[in-house]
Structure formats: C-alpha cells, structure tokens
C-alpha cells in the first residue's frame, strides 16, 4: 500500500508539472462556468414561463362559472438540477390541459394550431415512417453541465492515462522500477491512484463551486437537489475512473505512445461525435416509429365519428324533451365540450343536460379509443429509446449523460413517467366528475338554477321584450351575466407532481453504478492480465 | 552471491538467446561479461532481474530464484542500466527519494544530500531538474540508488560506454570500494581496458554461450584483446 502511494505520489507531482495539467485547468476553466451560467439563465427563463402558466392556470380555474369550463391545466415544474443537466427538457413543453377528448401524450410546448399534439412544429415528410420524428433522441448533450465534464474529463483521463505503461518503456523507466522489489499490480495501481490524485480534485471542485453558485444565484436547494449533486460527483468519478482504465488498457496495448496516443483520440472522438448519432441512427432504423401526422389522421376519423354520434344523442334528447326554442339569451362555447349557457327555457336545458350525461361520457370512451392508437405510438418511442440506450452501452460517455439525465431528472424516462402521471391525474378530474354528477347536472352548462328555467311562452316574451332595450339596457344586462357567482372549485383534485427523492435518485443511479463497476471489474482483469504479461524491456 | 544454472532463454521465435550458462559470482567478487552486440549479456541481466522468464535453468540471487523469489530476489540485487533512466521533471534528490521508497524507506533528506556527495555530485545540483544532467552525472545518481539500496548483489549493463574518461575512472573507483564491502557485481560491456583494470574474472559470450572463461591471474598474463578478437571471429561448433 505504501508502495501504491509512492507512486501514486510520484506521478501526481510529475503530472501536476505537466501540460496537461494546465490543459486540465484550462478547459475546466474554460467550458464548466460558461455551461453553468447558461444552465442557470435557461432555468430561470424556464421558471419564470412556469410560474406565469401556473398562475394563469390557477385563475383560470378560479374563474370558470360552468363546470364544462373546467379543463385544469398541469405545469410541469422545472427541475433545479436541469441546470447541471437538461436532457432532453429543452425539447420538451411545460404544459398539459386536462380534455375529455384527448389524452396528453407529451408535455405542450406551443399553442399554434400548426404545431401537432406531440408539442412542436414537424415537418412534412413523405413516407410511413418518422425518422428523426424521436424528440427525446434529438438531443446533443454535450453543451450541459454534465455533458461538458463528461466530455472534458473523458478526454483528460485518455490524456493522462494513455501512456502510462508506455511512455515508461519508451524511456527505460520501466527496466528501472522492475528493477527494485516492485509488483508488477503495485505499479499498475500506483498508476492509476496518480491519474486519480490529478483529477478527482478538480471534479470535486466543479461541483462544489457549482453547488456555491446555486447558492449565489438564489436557486432553491432542497435536499434532493444537494444528494442529486452528490451522486452526480459519485457518477462523474466512477465514469472517470472507467475512462482511466480505457487510457491504461490501451498504453498496455500500443507498442509505442504516438500509437496509444493516436488510438486514444479516436476513441475519444468516437465515444463523444460518432456513437451517439449512430446509437440513435440504429435505433430508428431497428424500431422505426409511424409518422405522428398519420396517428392524428387516425385520431381525426374517430372525432369524426364521435361527432356524429354525439350529434345523434343531441337530436335523441332535443325530440325527446319537444325541444321548441333552441336558443339562450347569453350563448358562450367551445371546444372539449365547453357550454356556458344562460337564460334557458325548461325542455332546452334538461336536453342540454340529458346529453351531457351521455355525450361527456361518449367523449371520455373515444378518448380512450385515440389513446389505444396514441398509447401504441408512445410505446414505439419508448423502444427506439430502450434500444438506443442499449446501444449506448458502447459508449460509457453515453451511460454517464443518460444516467445524469436521470439523476437530474431531464431523461425520457423522467418525461414518459411524469405523463403518467398527469394521465392518472385525468383519471381523477374525470373520475370526480363523474362521482358528483357534474355531467348529468344543470351547473355543468348555465350557472341558471332549476327553478328560473322559462317555458317557451316566457321565452318568446322574453326574447321580444329584448329586442326592443336600449343598448345601455343591453350592456347592463351582459354585466349582470358577468357577475354571476363564479363555480366553486375548491374541492377538485389539484394536480400534484411527485417530487424529486433521494431514493428515485439513488434508484435510477444504481444501475449505472452497476454498469461502471462490472465494467471497471472487467477492465481491470484485462488491466492486470495484459499488465502481468507486459514486456517491460 | 549471484549464480547462474544451466540458465537458457529461447524466445518465440525460435531463436537462442542464452544455452546453459553456468555462472557463480562469489561475494566481493567483480565479473566482467564481455560479448559482441547479440552475444546474449543483457539477457544474461535480464533473467536475473526477472524481465523475461528463463526457458529452463535458473538464475539466483543469494540462493533465491529470479523466477519463484522474484521480490526476495530483487531486495538483494542493485542494477545500472547503460544509460541510467531517471524521471526527467524531478530532480536528482527526488529520484532518489522515489527509489529509495520503491525499497520500502522513507530516509530524511539529509541522507539523500549524503549519499550524492559520496557519488560526486555537486551541492548545485542535487535539487536540479535531472533532464538538465549530463550522462556522467545520471549514472552518479544511479550509482547513488544502488548505495541507497546497499544490496549484496550488483548488476551494470554497459555502464562506461558514453562516459568521459574521469567520469568512467571514478565509476571504477566506486566499484572497487563496493567490491571491498563484499559486493558481488556482474557487468556486462565491450570495455576490455577496464575489465583488465577491475575485473576478477571476465568472461566471453558469444551466441548465448560462455565461450571462454578467465581468472585475474590468467588474463593478466595474456593478451586479452587478442583472445577477445579471436573468439569473436572464431565459427561456433
């Protein structure tokens, strides 16, 4: 042990004399606050449309006067460790809205009427298939927080490492060392306790300094965001110490440094430029997904047919009732159902409410029957990403992001299981509906009560009698409508999002500890094989 | 005591390197290895020191195997390559410290100072940078390692050639005192002038085998450069 660190100690001095060493101060100084002050200014924007949303949400539901009106909408909180890495989040919306019509499929990022469901502008592509259609595969890490240490520190430990063994032959020094009562694992070691000395440090720094300019810049720092950092400093390190052992194996391999060098650098550049877009390429290509354009031409004959049988039920009840006069003197609608309706006669609004009865629930029915067609879509997403995480594998740059993704809650996997999320909280809106009878009653449509409802006499009266006011008459009676009591919503189930958790984050961390720990194990057999076997002459 | 036993060395090719040298280099004893390039000197060296495996035979130090005892072994054996090897950013003191801990001690500075004072080395340059030292000065430091590691058993592998003429004089001087400490010291060179100086006994490899074998007193009669010359050219049976 004594021996590890003596040589540990040796080369942790000859390294800190090195160009590399400055190489390693200059990028880390170069690159980390650049990507954490944008990290930071992207957060904040996010936080701010956030929080504007969700007061506008929270006044939108405070101000609804009909229960047709009300379409909750739910704000995905912006992640405080997104700064240290987004993922795929700047791909991603903020917002859903709670319809009967449709279930939310990914969070909404835009409110134009050309962007489609999955929250942004596609373009128009001939074909079956939506090659490159995969929002959470269109991502290029490596400008985040973590990305740029993944990216930095993976090369510095090919930089340090690749020539450990073999720049030591080239000058003799190892005929030297072996020369003295030293094991051969003992050097190895002592190499790489080195290697570690020179660059846990920095790490530890980028993280702490981080951690201080969160503090800085005001940033909530809750638990789970202090453990995040922890963990993605662990995660950081033990990728690290992969990519050491990578530079150790292949100064084992090269027979000379310029070729270690050279094999390095490529593989650097291959890891960081070439396996992720060929880890995405080969996903689209093993698990190509349908184009959403298509999904939504399907999705559009179901509302077809729905319309036309809500229109039936409409007629259905509107016989029934004898329904004479098929107007209001106050009419507001919309889409998803939205009627606010006041100064009915009797048979109109009970045909009103005797269809909402049955066409609201006809409604959720073809929301579950578009959801069979949205729900096999998002599994074909869901593979692609599976697939293109196993092909990552390859790469343990690629392991490390995706993981930090996860730690930091930005990953698909994130997004996909906050959409549950919201698709269970649309369960309960409807489920709450449905438990009160909000859609078999009057209050789902006019804030009228039962026993002002006119008959069709008073109606025509009613109706002439209008005609002939003034228009301050008029004005003033559209104000009283205004002023009607607004519904209250006090007890609707508020969306609440599962916040982040020490144990979420140390579960979605374990596997990929796993991973880099089997893979150090595999490396370091192969390390101590080849080094056993190294002809030091 | 180091002593060699039908120690061959064939590598993968096929070639003999080294065919059944027989060797025992007794305490205070000076051996001289001499051999043209090829002659198989440095694989001789290389067995002892454990750098390649012997095809058969065995090569010991002090009665431990280079092969089984490798760590007992290397505790008991000092070596000086030809041109010794030193970390270029660290200064002389440094390397001396490095090595000195590799052996498992942790001596005071002061000790270092000593023992490049003994070797010969200036005051100024024992915290220089050793990438600034000239040849003659790496091999005092080297020299400075092995009186560090004060084992029994030394091994130099052309320690003369590129050396001046005072610088190789002192070498010699050095090994002379260390001989005087009971050192056994096998070294391998081309040097017939300073193996007829030093040596105890020299002996001529040619072709991984010990073709000639000569005690001080017999080789102090002869013309050793005549003897050299001819086994040299002489065709192997």
């Given at each position: 042990m004594n021996m590890i660190y003596s040589i540990a100690l040796k080369d942790f001095k000859q390294h800190l004399r090195s160009s590399r060493f400055f190489l390693t101060l200059l990028l880390c100084l170069l690159f980390l606050p650049f990507t954490l002050l944008t990290g930071t200014d992207d957060y904040c924007a996010r936080q701010t449309v956030c929080e504007q949303r969700q007061a506008m949400a929270d006044s939108a539901l405070n101000n609804t006067y009909v229960w047709s009106q009300v379409r909750p909408l739910v704000i995905k909180q912006t992640e405080p460790l997104s700064i240290f890495c987004q993922g795929v989040t700047s791909n991603m919306g903020t917002y859903n809205q709670i319809l009967l019509n449709t279930y939310p499929l990914l969070p909404y990022a835009y409110s134009d009427k050309d962007c489609s469901i999955i929250g942004y502008k596609q373009t128009e592509v001939q074909g079956d298939t939506g090659n490159n259609e995969n929002i959470f595969l269109n991502t290029f890490p490596c400008t985040d927080f973590t990305g740029m240490i993944g990216l930095v520190?993976?090369?510095?430990?090919?930089?340090?490492?690749?020539?450990?063994?073999?720049?030591?032959?080239?000058?003799?020094?190892?005929?030297?060392?072996?020369?003295?009562?030293?094991?051969?694992?003992?050097?190895?070691?002592?190499?790489?306790?080195?290697?570690?000395?020179?660059?846990?440090?920095?790490?530890?720094?980028?993280?702490?300094?981080?951690?201080?300019?969160?503090?800085?810049?005001?940033?909530?720092?809750?638990?789970?965001?202090?453990?995040?950092?922890?963990?993605?400093?662990?995660?950081?390190?033990?990728?690290?110490?992969?990519?050491?052992?990578?530079?150790?194996?292949?100064?084992?391999?090269?027979?000379?440094?310029?070729q270690a060098l050279t094999v390095s650098f490529l593989l650097w550049i291959g890891m960081v430029f070439i396996l992720p877009p060929v880890s995405g390429y080969l996903a689209e290509t093993i698990a190509p997904i349908p184009l959403y354009r298509n999904i939504e031409a399907k999705m559009k004959l179901l509302d077809d047919e729905r319309y036309y049988e809500l229109k039936e039920i409409r007629e259905k009840f509107e016989k029934e009732e004898k329904v004479k006069t098929m107007m209001a003197l106050f009419n507001n609608m919309g889409e998803d159902g939205f009627m606010d309706k006041w100064g009915l006669t009797m048979s109109f609004a009970r045909a009103i409410r005797r269809t909402h009865a049955e066409s609201e629930l006809t409604r959720l029915v073809y929301s579950d029957r578009k959801w069979i067609l949205q729900k096999g879509y998002l599994n074909k997403l869901k593979r692609q990403i599976r697939l293109r995480y196993w092909f990552s594998c390859f790469s343990p740059l690629q392991v490390f992001q995706e993981t930090a993704q996860h730690i930091c809650r930005t990953s698909p996997e994130n997004y996909l299981s906050y959409m549950h999320e919201v698709r269970s909280y649309r369960q309960e809106v409807w489920n709450y509906f449905i438990d009160h009878q909000l859609f078999n009653s009057y209050s789902y449509f006019t804030t009228q009560h039962e026993e002002d409802f006119m008959t069709e006499q008073k109606m025509d009266e009613v109706s002439r009698k209008y005609e002939t006011l003034s228009e301050e008459e008029k004005t003033s009676i559209l104000q009283k409508i205004e002023n009607r009591p607004k519904l209250d919503t006090r007890e609707l189930p508020r969306f609440a999002q599962q916040p982040a958790s020490i144990q979420e984050q140390v579960k979605n961390g374990v596997g990929t500890f796993l991973f880099f720990t089997v893979t150090s194990l595999i490396f370091i057999y192969i390390t101590i094989k080849m080094a056993v076997r190294y002809d030091i002459r | 005591m180091l002593q060699a036993i039908d120690l061959t060395k064939r590598y993968e090719d096929g070639s003999l390197a080294l065919d059944a040298l027989n060797l025992h280099i007794e305490e205070g004893e000076i051996f001289f290895l001499l051999g043209a390039n090829g002659a198989g000197k440095t694989t001789t060296l290389n067995l002892f020191l454990n750098f390649i495996r012997p095809t058969s035979g065995q090569a010991l130090i002090d009665g431990r195997d280079s092969v089984k005892q490798s760590l007992e072994a290397k505790r008991l054996l000092s070596y000086i390559s030809e041109n010794v090897m030193l970390y270029e950013d660290l200064s002389a003191r440094e390397n001396l410290e490095f090595f000195a801990r590799l052996n498992g001690k942790n001596l005071p500075k002061e000790t270092y100072y000593n023992l490049m004072r003994t070797v010969g080395l200036k005051e100024t340059d024992f915290e220089k940078h050793v990438k600034y030292f000239s040849k003659g000065?790496?091999?005092?430091?080297?020299?400075?390692?092995?009186?560090?590691?004060?084992?029994?058993?030394?091994?130099?592998?052309?320690?003369?050639?590129?050396?001046?003429?005072?610088?190789?004089?002192?070498?010699?001087?050095?090994?002379?005192?260390?001989?005087?400490?009971?050192?056994?010291?096998?070294?391998?060179?081309?040097?017939?002038?300073?193996?007829?100086?030093?040596?105890?006994r020299i002996g001529i490899m040619k072709e991984g085998r010990m073709v000639m074998l000569r005690h001080r007193e017999e080789f102090m009669n002869e013309d050793i450069e005549r003897i050299y010359l001819d086994y040299m050219q002489e065709v192997p049976q």
């Open positions: 520190f993976s090369l510095l430990a090919l930089i340090f490492s690749y020539d450990a063994f073999s720049h030591e032959k080239e000058t003799g020094m190892l005929r030297m060392i072996f020369s003295h009562p030293v094991n051969r694992l003992t050097f190895l070691f002592g190499k790489i306790g080195g290697i570690c000395l020179v660059l846990v440090p920095p790490v530890i720094v980028c993280y702490t300094i981080s951690a201080a300019y969160l503090i800085y810049a005001g940033i909530p720092l809750s638990e789970a965001v202090w453990s995040g950092i922890v963990l993605l400093s662990m995660l950081t390190l033990s990728f690290i110490f992969v990519c050491i052992l990578i530079g150790i194996l292949i100064s084992l391999l090269a027979s000379t440094s310029e | 000065m790496r091999q005092k430091v080297g020299l400075a390692c092995v009186l560090q590691k004060d084992t029994p058993n030394i091994l130099m592998d052309e320690p003369t050639t590129g050396l001046d003429p005072k610088s190789a004089a002192e070498l010699m001087d050095t090994l002379l005192q260390l001989k005087q400490k009971g050192k056994s010291i096998l070294l391998c060179t081309h040097d017939l002038f300073r193996a007829r100086m030093i040596a105890d």
